[in-house]
């Protein structure tokens, strides 16, 4: 989302969602419905309260397609392949 993963983007609403979950849980399945809202666990202070807006704020609009992802890189210069040039 936006260039970065959720962790860093809302990492205290990450913290509540159980690890086992969030190993096994594809964004199409948790967008679905918005049932991302019942993987979190636990009480909820201010701080993740206003995470879970912001996050809120950030999926409304998302919609998901049925295309097949297409992962495109300019090699380095050098012609090798790098974890860096992606």
Known sequence: MHGKCLEDL?????R????????????????QGNSWIANIKG???WFV???YLELWDMLVGVTLNDNEDAHKWK????GLFSTRSV
């Open 10 to 14: 809302v990492p205290n609403v990450v």
């Open 16 to 31: 509540c969602v159980p690890v086992r979950i969030r190993k096994k849980r594809i964004v199409m399945e948790a967008l």
């Open 43 to 45: 009480a909820l202070g």
């Open 49 to 51: 309260l206003t995470e």
């Open 75 to 78: 090699p380095e210069a050098s």
